[in-house]
């Protein structure tokens, strides 16, 4: 009688379930925005964190203001985003364009859509690259908006490309299989 495959099987199938949750913590710390939940029993927060990390996902935690915010790469420069799923594209603030080589004059300024105080002025671009964890989209749609912006906007034309966002709570799943 063979049992070596069925007792390696077995102890292979032991050996994730045991490691799954070590993983998971160590995908947390550099993929999520907060600390990992001190207790050890299970909760809704151990779940998604856990599902987001074997689908491929990244959880970002509610911040104080209400938001949430992803630091991604683009153009092989980090940036600070606030995820914005009401802004049509990516949006960069004069600073932050500056910082990934993004140059403009106050005449390539254009209206480009309309906000809360009225028309928003800024300058089209296209972003080669934008990395969030393991996630990459190319030539994405943005703009520039060199004044009244504080910090850049992660919009549809980068989170369109993305298995889904979703809201569970105070956590937002960005990708995976959800």
Do not use: C
């Not at 915010?69 to 683009?74: C, G």
């Not at 004059?105 to 690259?129: C, M, N």
């Not at 190319?138 to 906007?153: F, H, K, M, Q, T």
Request: charged share 20%; glycine share 12%; aromatic share 6%.
């Amino acid at each position: 009688m063979r049992t070596g495959p069925i007792i390696l099987l077995v102890a292979t199938v032991a050996f994730v379930s045991w490691i799954a949750p070590g993983l998971s913590a160590h995908k947390e710390e550099r993929s999520v925005m907060a600390p990992a939940p001190a207790s050890s029993e299970p909760s809704s927060e151990a779940e998604t964190r856990r599902e987001a990390w074997l689908t491929g996902g990244t959880v970002l935690e509610r911040q104080g203001d209400g938001h949430f915010y992803a630091d991604a790469e683009v153009d092989s420069r980090q940036t600070h985003f606030l995820v914005d799923t009401g802004a049509t594209i990516v949006a960069l603030t004069g600073v932050d364009a500056r910082a990934i080589g993004l140059t403009w004059e106050d005449a390539d300024l254009v209206p480009i859509g309309r906000g809360a105080s009225g028309t928003v002025y800024g300058v089209p671009a296209r972003l080669e690259r934008i990395r969030l964890d393991g996630f990459e989209a190319r030539n994405v749609d943005a703009a520039i908006i060199p004044e009244g912006l504080d910090v850049s906007l992660l919009g549809q034309s980068f989170l369109a490309q993305l298995r889904g966002v979703r809201i569970d709570g105070d956590r937002m799943v960005l990708g995976g299989n959800i």
